[in-house]
């Protein structure tokens, strides 16, 4: 596709150079287009991503599996948080930066939530923040708007609560994730993640909110879609869930470009005279 082949910089970001904001979330789903966010944790990929036209970047805490190598997010901390969101700040011209607030930096207390998510923004130039839960996160929401700290909510499967729920698996009490998604919005979230619920609850959710939703496992009824980066560059094959669909093979070029440089050192091809100073 020709769209595909151009460089950096002539697709979606020079077309729309205007930064994406909070507000622009809302006119979205009020024009009933749709949002499109991918995680990004480092400066070349969110590059790309703001220059592909992605809407927003998510530096999710997901990057605890798929950067750092962790079974689960859990011990993920608010400096490695900060460490991603920085690099992911200097790669984006357009997109807006939410920053995932990592587990235990917001459940202690409120005081603790907006001091943790104040020096997220301070520090890296993000401009939103993300807490996974419902109903039980709306103090800790609360406190973090009050400092004029805009807000995503993710309801659903939460995989902070990994141990809790016993595993990643599909939320399936529509009642429950309902009312989180409802408290969220009262609350004043500008945004809701819905992550792997079946497709007709996160429709009816969508339809029940005035705030977008973001699905990932949510089918097809959603304002938005998030995915994590290395799942649909096929970066990282350690889970492969089903709802994810893989856009690229990077996995398999790398590895590939790696074995041919390993073949041409050894063999003596390259470097060649043509990559030497005189
Ligand atoms: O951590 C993350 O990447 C996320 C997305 C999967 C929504 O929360």
Redo the contacts with the bound molecule.
Sequence with gaps: MATTTQPIGLMGAAADPRPFTVPDFQAVKVRGERLTVL?AYDYTMARLFDAAGVDCL?V???LGMVVQGLET?LSVTVDEMIYHARLVTRGARRCLVVV?MPFMSYQVSPQQAVENAGRIIKETGAHAV?LEGGVRTVPAIEAILSADIPVMG?VGLT?QSVNRLGGFRVQRDEEAILEDALALEKAGVFAV?I?CVPSEVARKITAALKVPTIG?GAGPGCDGQ?L?AHDMLGLFDEIKPRFVKQYAELGDLILRAAADYCRDVRQGTFPGPEHGFR
């Design positions: 995680t998510l999710g805490d997901s997010p995932d993300k993710h995989p993640v992550e990932i998030v994590v």
